[in-house]
């Protein structure tokens, strides 16, 4: 729960920034996915027994993250509507949200969802064996075409104040500014992470500070990089150095299985940041 209380604060956050709608999807256990789970040779006493038990845990679940939502909302005081109720206004322009509980393949529902959102938030995967929210955030990532902004466990005090971009001169990295514009039109200063070791081949940040500089964004440059930390490390703590509250980057611009193995940026990101990031991939 603390790490949905979390996702929820930033969230929200951006939300207030834009007047914009807060979409908060649950997914619960589908008895489809449980069944195959539950193995041959059992009886249908113990199949029930174990499917009554998995439904419990998921209402139990969907109650708790209720709760957390409920909490939240009137602490922050913002209007609930119904999503596709004939009682919300069409393309109102107010700060509102909506709870919306599915169920079903969590990786499955959360990317196809994700697709219509202007941005996905997420809580940070558990380094330590958390599957289902690793899975979740990666479907989303590679399956949704959105920006993804991952969230700490512990929510930071400011998001999108002081925002460093960690260039690389990739696709990814191209398609998380994009993402990122309209936070770093409204950001109070704006840093471009550049390093030797980090760069590949395409745009260089002098080429970005030109781009964001047509959107009325003044950014300044900064070299990052040693000879004795990999080049995650670094980037954070060039990020840390510049006292950024937000983070923007491309996500596996080397493959995904490459990176697992051999370790990366985005998977240093993912398991260590203290601050919000924004991918996309």
Same mark, same amino acid.
């Not at 005081?77 to 919306?100: C, E, N, R």
């Given at each position: 729960?603390?790490?949905?209380?979390?996702?929820?604060?930033?969230?929200? !956050?951006?939300?207030?920034?834009? =007047?914009?709608?807060?979409?908060?999807?649950?997914?619960?256990?589908?008895?489809?996915?449980?069944?195959?789970?539950?193995?041959?040779?059992?009886?249908?006493?113990?199949?029930? =027994?174990?499917?009554?038990?998995?439904?419990?845990?998921?209402?139990?679940?969907?109650?708790?993250?209720?709760?957390?939502?409920?909490?939240?909302?009137?602490?922050?005081?913002?209007?609930? &509507?119904?999503? =596709?109720?004939?009682?919300?206004?069409?393309?109102?322009?107010?700060?509102?949200?909506?709870?919306?509980?599915?169920?079903?393949?969590?990786?499955?529902?959360?990317?196809?969802? /994700?697709?219509?959102?202007?941005?996905?938030?997420?809580?940070?995967?558990?380094?330590?064996?958390?599957?289902?929210?690793?899975?979740?955030?990666? !479907?989303?990532?590679?399956?949704?075409?959105?920006?993804?902004?991952?969230?700490?466990?512990? /929510?930071?005090?400011? &998001?999108?104040?002081?925002?460093?971009?960690?260039?690389?001169?990739?696709?990814?990295?191209?398609?998380?500014?994009?993402?990122?514009?309209?936070?770093?039109?409204?950001?109070? !200063?704006?840093?471009?992470?550049?390093?030797? /070791?980090?760069?590949?081949?395409?745009?260089?940040?002098?080429?970005?500070?030109?781009?964001?500089?047509?959107?009325?964004?003044? /950014?300044?440059?900064?070299?990052?990089?040693?000879?004795?930390?990999? &080049?995650?490390?670094?980037?954070?703590?060039?990020?840390?150095?510049?006292?950024?509250?937000?983070?923007?980057?491309?996500?596996?611009?080397?493959?995904?299985?490459?990176?697992?193995?051999?370790?990366?940026?985005?998977?240093?990101?993912?398991?260590?940041?203290?601050?919000?990031?924004?991918?996309?991939?």
């Amino acid at each position: 729960m603390s790490h949905a209380e979390s996702a929820l604060q930033v969230g929200g !956050a951006i939300a207030r920034m834009f =007047d914009a709608h807060l979409a908060v999807l649950h997914v619960g256990t589908d008895m489809q996915e449980v069944g195959p789970l539950v193995g041959e040779g059992l009886s249908s006493v113990m199949v029930q =027994d174990m499917i009554t038990s998995a439904l419990k845990e998921s209402a139990d679940r969907l109650h708790g993250v209720r709760a957390v939502f409920d909490a939240f909302i009137v602490r922050e005081k913002i209007p609930v &509507v119904a999503v =596709d109720s004939p009682f919300s206004p069409v393309g109102m322009h107010t700060l509102s949200a909506s709870f919306i509980a599915h169920s079903g393949h969590t990786r499955s529902v959360v990317a196809f969802q /994700a697709r219509l959102s202007d941005l996905v938030v997420l809580r940070q995967p558990n380094p330590e064996g958390d599957v289902s929210s690793s899975d979740t955030l990666h !479907a989303v990532l590679f399956e949704s075409g959105q920006g993804v902004i991952i969230v700490p466990p512990v /929510a930071p005090p400011t &998001v999108g104040q002081r925002i460093c971009i960690g260039w690389n001169g990739t696709s990814e990295a191209a398609s998380a500014i994009h993402h990122a514009l309209p936070l770093l039109r409204r950001a109070q !200063a704006v840093c471009i992470l550049y390093s030797p /070791a980090y760069q590949r081949p395409g745009p260089e940040a002098r080429h970005v500070r030109s781009f964001l500089s047509l959107h009325g964004i003044t /950014a300044h440059i900064h070299e990052f990089g040693s000879d004795s930390r990999p &080049v995650g490390e670094d980037m954070l703590a060039a990020a840390h150095a510049f006292n950024a509250d937000m983070l923007v980057m491309g996500a596996y611009s080397h493959s995904r299985l490459r990176q697992m193995i051999l370790g990366g940026v985005t998977r240093h990101m993912l398991e260590n940041s203290d601050i919000t990031v924004l991918m996309s991939r």
